[in-house]
Every structure is written in structure tokens, then in C-alpha cells.
């Protein structure tokens, strides 16, 4: 799935297309075949995929396979 545009959800969710546009979530899973090129707002985020952008979160986990080409902001 791809989807264009801002992305808006009280919840978690799990990324496996791609979304190009803005992320604001609650819990996100990004997996080995997810991108994301945009910022990214959430309380908590696990990268497994790619992401170009700036992320903003309380919790951040990296995986091994993770590529991310921009700023990381974390408390």
C-alpha cells in the first residue's frame, strides 16, 4: 500500500508500504519493507525500515536493518 498525505491516529499502527507525508500516532511499527519519508510524531516507534525524515518520539528502537536519513529527537 502507498498512501500520500498527512497520517493522523490515536492508535499504534504498522507500516509496511510506503507513506510519503507526515505521521502523527501513538505507537508505530515501521517494518523491513516499510518507508516512510516525512516527520514522524509518536509516543513510541520501532524502525525496521527506511525512513527520510525527522522523527520526534518518546521511545525510539533502531533494528538492525533500520536505514534513517534524518534528525532523531527522544526523550
Known amino acids: 500500500m502507498q498512501l500520500e498525505g498527512d497520517l ?15 505521521v502523527f500516532v501513538s505507537d508505530m511499527i515501521v517494518a523491513d519493507t516499510g518507508s ?3 516527520t514522524i510524531q509518536a509516543a513510541s516507534i520501532e524502525i525496521n525500515g527506511h525512513i527520510e525524515g525527522k522523527i520526534n518520539a518518546d521511545t525510539v528502537i533502531v533494528g538492525k536493518s533500520a536505514v534513517i536519513k534524518g534528525d532523531i529527537f527522544f526523550k
Open 36 to 38: 516512510v519519508r516525512g
Open 8 to 22: 493522523r491516529s490515536a492508535g499504534s499502527i504498522d507500516v509496511a508500504g510506503l507513506i510519503n507525508g507526515n
